[in-house]
């Protein structure tokens, strides 16, 4: 309990100061037979071998160099822990290829037991955005669950066709209570990249898909920047010029000009739509039934405002574990894929940085 304490406070002054006192280096990793890279961050300083960690990003162009990820990663490594950080290309090209989680976390874990300042004893692993509920699938895998300590997610989801729906919408819910907010359209318009083109009756919509896939793109090299922002309608404009004119009504609805409202009732038509071609052409992009089977330790953090992947995902994440399971989760405006909350008083501020900490706590805890 003091090491977890002391690994929080230096977690805490790191990431006020934005400095953190690491070590990075770039390394390989052999992929089944692919080469992929990898960032190992550590402490500047170390006596001894430190417990290791392995850190998946999500669907973005900027893959492990995600300014949010890198910051948090620095700032954990900076407490006295080693961390990897595994290249997923084709994540970085928005393509969404849950099946490629097993084989990076079992190269990362190659790598770990390689390296001599790493301790000879099972990891941690974390995974954000879309990484984390496949992320946290992995602690039931066989091929890994030996070396796998405790696992995090941060911003995931549990249920595809509600996330997706939500996507579309806006709307989401849980145990009967209803949530409605603007949603990032970055999510849509990788899943549609990925999947529109799938769903019967729509297979000549591949140009819509090239199109949404360069227009996430474009928003992915821009963080900071929502991808709501009117900056990106000339770009719209200009990839609809290469739609077919019959499909061109489907382009705008799924990438609308700045304050064009959707017809909510058909975006929760198409949602459903675009679920079930996902699961047909990838069954694993469905997590729940492999999140019953983790017996290590679960921690789930999410933004309560995320629009991205709704809150609610988080809960769903945490009811699909065993119920005998040591899991927790924590709902915070601290964390979210765009941008973080703004705290309705002071009051509100020191609560929800007291409850981060508690959850950062028992992370720290877990290797």
């Known amino acids: 309990m003091a090491l977890q304490l002391t690994r929080t406070t230096r977690y805490v002054r790191s990431w006020l100061t934005g400095h953190a006192d690491v070590v990075e280096e770039e390394t390989t990793l052999d992929r089944?037979?692919?080469?992929?890279?990898?960032?190992?961050?550590?402490?500047?300083?170390?006596?001894?071998?430190?417990?290791?960690?392995?850190?998946?990003?999500?669907?973005?162009?900027?893959?492990?160099?995600?300014?949010?990820?890198?910051?948090?990663?620095?700032?954990?490594?900076?407490?006295?822990?080693?961390?990897?950080?595994?290249?997923?290309?084709?994540?970085?090209?928005?393509?969404?290829?849950?099946?490629?989680?097993?084989?990076?976390?079992?190269?990362?874990?190659t790598a770990l037991k390689e390296n001599p300042m790493v301790q000879?004893?099972?990891?941690?692993?974390?995974?954000?955005?879309?990484?984390?509920?496949?992320?946290?699938?992995?602690?039931?895998?066989?091929?890994?669950?030996a070396d796998i300590a405790g696992v995090v997610g941060f911003g995931g989801y549990c249920d595809l066709e509600r996330t997706i729906t939500f996507m579309l919408t806006g709307r989401h819910e849980y145990q009967g209570k209803s949530y409605e907010l603007i949603p990032d359209p970055y999510g849509s318009w990788i899943v549609a990249a990925n999947y529109l083109h799938n769903i019967p009756g729509y297979e000549e919509a591949i140009d819509i898909a090239d199109g949404l896939r360069r227009l996430a793109a474009i928003s992915g090299e821009s963080p900071g920047v929502d991808s709501r922002d009117p900056c990106y309608d000339a770009v719209k404009a200009k990839e609809r010029e290469k739609i077919g004119s019959d499909r061109q009504p489907l382009f705008d609805f799924l990438a609308p000009l700045s304050g064009?409202?959707?017809?909510?009732?058909y975006a929760e038509e198409l949602g459903h739509k675009l679920a079930k071609a996902a699961i047909s052409v990838e069954p694993k992009?469905?997590?729940?039934?492999?999140?019953?089977?983790?017996?290590?330790?679960?921690?789930?953090?999410?933004?309560?405002?995320?629009?991205?992947?709704?809150?609610?995902?988080?809960?769903?994440?945490?009811?699909?574990?065993?119920?005998?399971?040591?899991?927790?989760?924590?709902?915070?405006?601290?964390?979210?894929?765009?941008?973080?909350?703004?705290?309705?008083?002071?009051f509100h501020a020191v609560q929800e940085v007291t409850v981060f900490l508690r959850a950062i706590e028992r992370i720290f805890g877990l290797v």
Not at 36 to 64: F, K, Q, S
Not at 132 to 144: C, D, G, I, W
Not at 260 to 265: I, M, R, S, T
Request: aromatic share 6%; glycine share 6%; net charge neutral.
């Open 32 to 109: 089944d037979g692919i080469r992929v890279p990898a960032t190992i961050i550590r402490p500047a300083e170390m006596n001894v071998p430190l417990p290791g960690w392995i850190m998946l990003h999500g669907i973005t162009r900027t893959g492990r160099a995600h300014p949010q990820l890198l910051r948090f990663t620095r700032t954990v490594a900076a407490t006295g822990m080693v961390m990897i950080i595994p290249e997923v290309p084709e994540w970085r090209e928005l393509s969404l290829k849950p099946q490629l989680a097993l084989p990076t976390v079992q190269c990362s874990i």
């Open 260 to 265: 064009v409202q959707p017809d909510l009732v």
């Open 120 to 145: 000879n004893r099972p990891y941690g692993l974390m995974g954000f955005s879309f990484s984390a509920p496949h992320t946290l699938a992995l602690a039931a895998a066989e091929e890994v669950s």
């Open 285 to 346: 992009i469905e997590p729940f039934k492999a999140l019953g089977e983790i017996s290590c330790p679960v921690h789930v953090l999410h933004g309560r405002n995320d629009n991205l992947i709704p809150f609610t995902e988080g809960l769903r994440i945490k009811d699909a574990l065993p119920t005998q399971s040591d899991s927790y989760v924590t709902i915070t405006r601290l964390f979210g894929h765009s941008t973080q909350d703004r705290f309705p008083s002071p």
